[in-house]
């Protein structure tokens, strides 16, 4: 079946530190959606991205769908510390059904 | 978006029993899902709710361990039928919004222990 590659698995943010994770597949998405969340909640869509190429942003957050569709990075630019949490990418595949990576779990350095 | 709602939102429960969780949106949406998330896992979806008709399941689920109803185009509800501890997991439900259904939304989840 269709499986994401999601990097890194973890990863220490200090404050003010921008931060990127990817995602690679060998199948050829659709959409991307990058998620992100908190303990004891369900996922919440930070990014949507329909067209390959595409880059899109939402506040400090800036995502890029892969000109080949089977790649797309999300970057977190001047990091706070609620940026804290599980991030998730996620491909739509065959059938509207959601792939998703194994997350990155974004920690603060102390 | 929608709003998502689940009941309930947590429970302890002993093995052999049943749970049915319930998912309650606040529109109309043509697209339900029902995903777990194993502890310190990613989320593995269990079927497609589909109105009027039997869900959909992914390989490695089946309907005698996890009934899934879904009465109208607002509600659906998920059984986890004889438990087991491996069943100790977040369950839940998204919806898929949008001209192309290419957004998926969750609800806040259910956090199930087994014992």
């Known amino acids: 079946g269709q499986q994401l590659n999601q990097s890194p698995q973890s990863m220490f943010i200090q404050e003010g530190e921008d931060v990127s994770m990817n995602c690679t597949s060998s199948s050829i998405f659709n959409t991307w959606l990058w998620y992100k969340q908190d303990p004891g909640e369900g996922p919440v869509l930070l990014i949507a991205l329909y067209k390959a190429g595409e880059l899109t942003s939402n506040g400090r957050l800036t995502a890029q769908f892969g000109i080949t569709r089977k790649d797309s990075f999300l970057n977190i630019s001047a990091s706070i510390p609620s940026d804290v949490g599980i991030y998730f990418c996620a491909g739509l595949g065959y059938g509207n059904k959601l792939v998703f990576g194994a997350g990155t779990i974004l920690r603060v350095k102390s | 978006s929608a709003v998502i709602s689940q009941k309930p939102s947590r429970d302890i429960c002993q093995r052999g029993t049943s749970l049915t969780i319930q998912c309650q949106v606040d529109?109309?949406?043509?697209?339900m899902f029902w995903y777990r998330q194993q502890p310190g896992q990613s989320l593995t979806l269990i079927a497609t709710?589909?109105?009027?008709?039997?869900?959909?399941?992914e390989s490695g689920f089946v309907i005698d361990k996890f009934p899934i109803s879904r009465p109208n185009l607002t509600f659906s509800t998920l059984t986890v039928s004889n438990m087991s501890p491996e069943d100790s997991s977040i369950y839940l439900c998204s919806v898929s919004i949008g001209s192309s259904y290419n957004e998926q939304f969750f609800g806040p989840g259910t956090r199930l222990t087994v014992l």
């Open positions: 529109s109309q949406v043509t697209m």
């Open positions: 709710a589909n109105q009027g008709s039997e869900a959909t399941y």
